[in-house]
């Protein structure tokens, strides 16, 4: 079973306007990390912003935020005044804390940030 | 080094064919991750050393599909008998250790090695 899911295959959003990529989980450990990575064309993945299971505050790192939704199995990224930089394949992840060690991704969601 | 450095970045070899793809975490992280990537698809999980054990190779599809990682540094995964749906991109990744899990604890990837099965 799928346990990241990404319904979003691609995305525009207007060069300075916010934009927000979805991303739903499906686990039934109590303790789990979600990520966000970034995969420009030229391959690498880039760590972006990190929410872990626990925690109370909705995770920011500079012009990302994430929208975790706890019983809703969400947690979005909202990536805020996009820059043509931006555009790229992003990924959701989890990595369920009692169930091994290997991160799950999505199938990711394509953002083209116009001008 | 300052980051995953993996190498070839590209190999084309023929169906049948024997193919090693290496893999040089940053230092001092002593897990380490070996992911394939499809075309449009996310990065799936293949196997996990911690130091020079492979802690979990549940992912690695079949037994034509080997990595070693003797010292616990550096990573080989294996490829014998490739075939065209071996055709990939392989991440490699590393982290500080596999424990916790916490956002100081991320996966840093490497550019991946491409490889094209004729």
């Known amino acids: 079973a799928q346990k990241i899911t990404q319904t979003q295959p691609g995305m525009f959003v207007q060069e300075k306007e916010a934009v927000t990529l979805d991303c739903t989980y499906d686990t039934s450990d109590p303790s789990y990390g979600l990520f966000w990575y970034k995969q420009p064309s030229s391959g690498e993945m880039i760590f972006l912003i990190y929410q872990g299971s626990y925690d109370q505050q909705n995770a920011t790192e500079g012009r990302y935020s994430l929208n975790f939704q706890k019983a809703r199995k969400s947690a979005n990224l909202v990536i805020s005044a996009s820059q043509l930089g931006d555009s790229a394949m992003y990924f959701c992840a989890m990595r369920e804390g009692n169930s091994g060690y290997a991160l799950n991704f999505g199938k990711g969601t394509s953002l083209l940030v116009t001008p | 080094g300052a980051g995953v450095s993996q190498t070839p970045s590209n190999k084309v070899t023929e169906k049948g064919k024997y193919v090693e793809l290496r893999c040089d975490p940053i230092?001092?992280?002593?897990?380490l991750y070996w992911y394939r990537q499809s075309l449009g698809q996310g990065p799936e999980f293949l196997i996990y050393?911690?130091?020079?054990?492979?802690?979990?190779d549940s992912g690695l599809p079949n037994d034509r599909f080997f990595a070693v990682r003797p010292e616990g540094s550096v990573s080989t995964l294996k490829i014998q008998r490739t075939e065209r749906g071996d055709s990939a991109v392989y991440l490699c990744?590393?982290?500080?250790?596999?424990?916790?899990?916490?956002?100081?604890?991320?996966?840093?990837f490497g550019a991946g090695s491409r490889l094209t099965v004729l």
């Open positions: 230092s001092g992280h002593t897990a």
């Open positions: 990744a590393s982290s500080l250790s596999s424990g916790a899990l916490s956002g100081a604890n991320v996966l840093t």
């Open positions: 050393f911690q130091g020079t054990g492979a802690a979990d």
